[in-house]
Structures are given as structure tokens and as C-alpha cells.
């Protein structure tokens, strides 16, 4: 049975445990829930823009929520699906998504293309 206080993109069926009720996360906190190490936090946090902790007293780093998601959807894109961090810094821009449509659209125009071709052979 699914847990209801299990929010989507939070652990559901990537083996990663659900994300606490809190407000602020430690980068060690992040590191356990989201299964990547510490310092492969603070890389990711240079290659992604959209990834920015905040950052308090003695320079120490508080993840929120939303910052938690985020480095789920990096690492699912990098560990998961193959992505470079180049091609995951698109997918999170949207150019990624964009391109995709786009070689959708002419997948399908291409297919159109060859069921005509197929159907004017058919009725002959």
C-alpha cells in the first residue's frame, strides 16, 4: 500500500527514503536522503544554477525541500538515465525538452510521409 505522507518525486519506487517534514536540510542530511556524497553536492552545486542552498554562518549549507528535489532529479538524470552534465543542465533548462518535441514532430512527419507511400502501394 503507498505511503500517503509520500509526496511524488520523493522516494517512490527509487529506493531513496521519503523526505522529512522539515524546513531546512544539512548537505549530510541531503547526502543520505538523496544517496550522493557530500562533495559531489558542492560540484553539482557549481554546474547547476538551479541548485543554491542557502548559505549561513561559517559558510555551512541549508538544503530546502525544493533544493532536495532538485538534486533527486540531477541524480536521476545523471545516474539513471545517462545523461552528461551537460545534457542534464539541458533537460533542467528546458532546451532539453524542447529538442525532444522537436525530433517528435519529425518522427512523426517522416512517419506520415512512409504510411502514405505504404497506402498509394496498397491501392494499386
Not at 544539512?26 to 544517496?35: A, K, N, Q, R
Not at 553536492?41 to 541549508?62: A, H
Not at 532529479?73 to 525532444?100: P, V
Amino acid at each position: 500500500m503507498p505511503d500517503p505522507s509520500r509526496k511524488e518525486g520523493e522516494g517512490a519506487g527509487d529506493g531513496l527514503p521519503p523526505i522529512p517534514g522539515k524546513r531546512y536540510f544539512t548537505i549530510g542530511e541531503v547526502s543520505e536522503l538523496c544517496g550522493v556524497k557530500p562533495h559531489v553536492l558542492r560540484y553539482w552545486e557549481q554546474e547547476f544554477q538551479q541548485l543554491k542552498p542557502v548559505k549561513r554562518r561559517g559558510n555551512r549549507r541549508y538544503y530546502q525541500r525544493h533544493d532536495v528535489l532538485m538534486v533527486r532529479q540531477i541524480r536521476n538524470l545523471l545516474y539513471e538515465q545517462g545523461f552528461t552534465i551537460g545534457g542534464a543542465r539541458l533537460q533542467l533548462s528546458g532546451e532539453g525538452a524542447r529538442q525532444d518535441a522537436s525530433q517528435s514532430q519529425q518522427i512523426v512527419r517522416q512517419l506520415i510521409s512512409e504510411l502514405e507511400d505504404i497506402h498509394d502501394v496498397l491501392k494499386r
